[in-house]
């Protein structure tokens, strides 16, 4: 099977790696000379550009920052045709992205009008579980979309879900996310406290995991430096789940909130919450060095 794959950053770039190690054709585009020459080191193919990189492909694959680059990238910008308008086949399209649902469903209408088959499928996982094939895909489309799209996203991930229509990939993603960011300042803000009174990160860590305040960003992602072999706050919160693009999907479940008149204060906190992190200087650490926001005049 032929593979286009365009956006190879952080998580992007793990998963058209573990689509190459699946044995698929693969070729590859992104804006970065050292992320394609990563893949190609893999064993994947040199796409010139976007367009070229498309051609003769079964299935493409986007991973872009924001619905801006995807709008960009499939329907066009400053005058120029999008992969919509340039295809000469009738590939299927997958956008992993995390957007909005409302761009997905524009793209997504677009393709229609061209007898394109669209699916958004924004993931879960981070690049751990990028790296290791085990992400989790949500995705939105048709039935028989889904049902061709399930091989290749096998290949990257261990979950997957069909959550519904176009859109609804990403509602499902948005929401996850939310939660994400609050459990992650969450924990952080406990962790700060109790370090500040005495406790060990690492022995307060067990205890909060063996008890009821155990979740995920405690359990698998620990925000506090040493306590979590592996973890980004061990790296100095290089890599991972940057805190930008925390902020940007806690905008998202914002906007979503705002459009169907849903309550969210604590997924107000934790938008707001990152968002001074970020303008604080963070925005390219891993976004659990939300830790250090609780830490300042903290010596230990």
């Known amino acids: 099977m032929k593979i286009a794959f365009i956006g190879l950053g952080n998580m992007g770039g793990p998963m058209a790696t573990n689509l190459v190690k699946a044995g698929l054709d693969v070729t ?30 079964e299935v493409v694959i986007s991973m872009l920052p924001a619905g801006a680059h995807v709008r960009g990238l499939y329907l066009g910008r400053d005058g120029a ?16 992205s995390t957007i909005s649902p409302e761009d997905a469903r524009t793209v997504g209408a677009a393709a229609a009008k061209r007898g394109l088959s669209y699916l958004d499928a924004p993931v879960s996982g981070g690049v751990g579980g990028a ?13 028989a979309g889904f049902e061709q799209a ?14 519904g229509d176009i859109g609804s990939g990403q509602v499902a993603k948005i929401c996850n996310n ?48 040493g306590v979590m072999e592996g973890s980004a706050a061990s790296r100095d919160y290089q890599g991972g789940f940057l805190t930008d693009l925390m902020a940007k999907d806690l905008g998202l479940a914002w906007e979503l909130a705002l459009g169907s008149k849903s309550s969210v204060p604590m997924g107000s906190q934790a938008r707001n919450l990152f968002a001074l992190h970020s303008a604080q200087g963070n925005g390219g650490l891993d976004f659990s060095s939300i830790q250090t926001l609780y830490r300042a005049g903290d010596s230990s």
């Open 28 to 57: 590859v585009f992104d804006l970065s000379e050292s992320a394609v020459q990563a893949l190609e080191s893999e064993g994947a193919r040199r796409g010139e550009s976007a367009e070229a990189t498309v051609q003769g492909a």
């Open 81 to 96: 045709p999008g992969l919509l308008d340039t295809l000469t086949a009738k590939p299927l399209i997958i956008d992993a």
């Open 131 to 143: 790296k290791a094939g085990t992400l989790t895909f949500i995705v939105g489309g048709d039935a």
């Open 150 to 163: 399930k091989p290749v996203l096998e290949a990257m991930g261990k979950n997957i879900f069909h959550a």
């Open 178 to 225: 939310m939660l994400l960011g609050i459990l992650m300042s969450g924990t952080a803000e406990a962790l700060a406290l109790g370090v500040k009174n005495g406790m060990d990160p690492a022995v307060l860590s067990e205890i909060m995991k063996q008890s009821s305040g155990g979740n995920w960003a405690l359990n698998v992602y620990n925000p506090w430096p």
